[in-house]
């Protein structure tokens, strides 16, 4: 059946399909203009978990979601699809996750590591895994980027896109990363973990095709991630929640904040959104949450505003979404992963209709 046969037949004001991808649209992956790469993986989280389960979360979620989209009406004909995981995903982070609780426990208790032979032998085995699971995530992106395809990912840990990023740095010489979090990301190994999803902007900096990193919305960092800010000498931009929130409080308005922001960034930019950005009660099963963030819709108006610039969205992480009992994260996630589209197919020029207005 022809896409046009499938777009006759699809009722967009019913249900999604159950049997349907992502959003329960009725399309394939060749009928499909984006596809979204799922990452279930948390090997190195310290503190909270669930990231792992967040892709299959959004996934359950997506299904209940109105596809006309107000800002993008035309959005779900494109297509979006949920490709599979990278192959024994799940059950290697299952496996990894647990080798490495004892090497946190044991530096929790203040135990040097290499001091400890089974422990640093875990330690490597667990960087090996990690830096496979990266590079399974870079070829697999680079599969569908090369078959013409608009690609996303959706972690899992904020560890899971740097393969993603490597990808887009084999196909642009030179981007930027918008980076909306609690957290910095810039510590060095965190706890040993070369891959850490503490560490993942850091790893990101070795990637030389990555001129500048804007990150939003960040209320936790130490001393380590502040010297490397320092030494990047104005490669890393950083607006912190109480810095944001002081503007605001003397009359800042959140439309010039986000114009700040959208100069600060280079041409092409990567949008890195983990969801502990926002305020807690939106992600409340986050595995680190910080008090204070922003909202919902203070994201998507920095998102809509970037794509009405001359600047171009090449892709976008959405991570760090961890189901609780009543799925509240999962909604929130999906309908996030809905909006991210629109704005990417946006700056790319795809037809994605024009703003509904009452």
């Keep these: 059946m022809s896409k046009e046969e499938i777009l006759k037949d699809f009722d967009p004001s019913q249900p999604g399909l159950e049997d349907g991808t992502v959003f329960g649209l009725p399309f394939s992956a060749d009928d499909s203009e984006i596809i979204v790469i799922p990452v279930p993986w948390e090997v190195t989280v310290s503190y909270g978990s669930g990231a792992s389960k967040g892709p299959d979360a959004i996934l359950e979620a997506s299904y209940q979601i109105d596809?006309?989209?107000?800002?993008?009406?035309?959005?779900?004909?494109?297509?979006?699809?949920?490709?599979?995981?990278?192959?024994?995903?799940?059950?290697?982070?299952?496996?990894?996750?647990?080798?490495?609780?004892?090497?946190?426990?044991?530096?929790?208790?203040?135990?040097?590591?290499?001091?400890?032979?089974?422990?640093?032998?875990?330690?490597?085995?667990?960087?090996?895994?990690?830096?496979?699971?990266?590079?399974?995530?870079?070829?697999?992106?680079l599969h569908w980027i090369e078959k013409g395809k608009k690609v996303v990912l959706l972690g899992g840990d904020h560890s899971t896109p740097l393969g993603y990023y490597q990808a887009l740095a084999e196909k642009h010489k030179k981007f930027g990363l918008l980076h909306l979090d609690a957290h910095m990301d810039l510590r060095i190994a965190y706890e040993g973990f070369t891959y850490s999803h503490a560490s993942v902007m850091y790893n990101t900096l070795q990637i030389p095709n990555i001129s500048k990193i804007v990150q939003v919305g960040i209320r936790d960092f130490c001393q380590q991630e502040l010297d490397v800010v320092k030494n990047e000498k104005g490669r890393v931009i950083v607006h912190t929640d109480m810095d944001m929130k002081k503007d605001a409080f003397e009359g800042k308005t959140w439309q010039q904040k986000c114009d700040e922001i959208i100069e600060q960034l280079p041409d092409k930019v990567c949008i890195?959104?983990?969801?502990?950005?926002?305020?807690?009660?939106?992600?409340?099963?986050?595995?680190?949450?910080?008090?204070?963030?922003?909202?919902?819709?203070?994201?998507?108006?920095?998102?809509?505003k970037l794509a009405e610039t001359n600047k171009e969205i090449i892709g976008f992480d959405?991570?760090?979404?961890?189901?609780?009992?009543?799925?509240?994260?999962?909604?929130?996630?999906?309908?996030?992963?809905?909006?991210?589209?629109?704005?990417?197919?946006?700056?790319?020029?795809?037809?994605?209709?024009?703003?509904?207005?009452?």
Aim: with cysteine; glycine share 8%; net charge neutral.
């Design 67 to 141: 596809l006309l989209h107000q800002d993008f009406p035309d959005l779900w004909k494109l297509g979006i699809y949920m490709d599979e995981a990278p192959k024994k995903l799940k059950k290697y982070s299952k496996k990894y996750k647990k080798l490495a609780k004892p090497i946190i426990e044991a530096l929790e208790k203040g135990k040097v590591i290499d001091h400890h032979p089974s422990l640093q032998s875990d330690l490597d085995k667990i960087n090996y895994a990690c830096s496979d699971m990266v590079e399974a995530v870079k070829q697999q992106t």
């Design 272 to 304: 890195s959104f983990d969801i502990d950005g926002m305020y807690p009660w939106y992600c409340p099963n986050t595995g680190t949450p910080v008090p204070g963030g922003f909202s919902f819709e203070q994201a998507t108006y920095l998102f809509n």
């Design 318 to 358: 959405l991570v760090e979404v961890a189901p609780g009992k009543d799925d509240w994260d999962g909604n929130v996630g999906a309908r996030m992963l809905f909006h991210m589209c629109g704005v990417f197919a946006k700056s790319q020029k795809l037809p994605v209709g024009s703003k509904i207005v009452f």
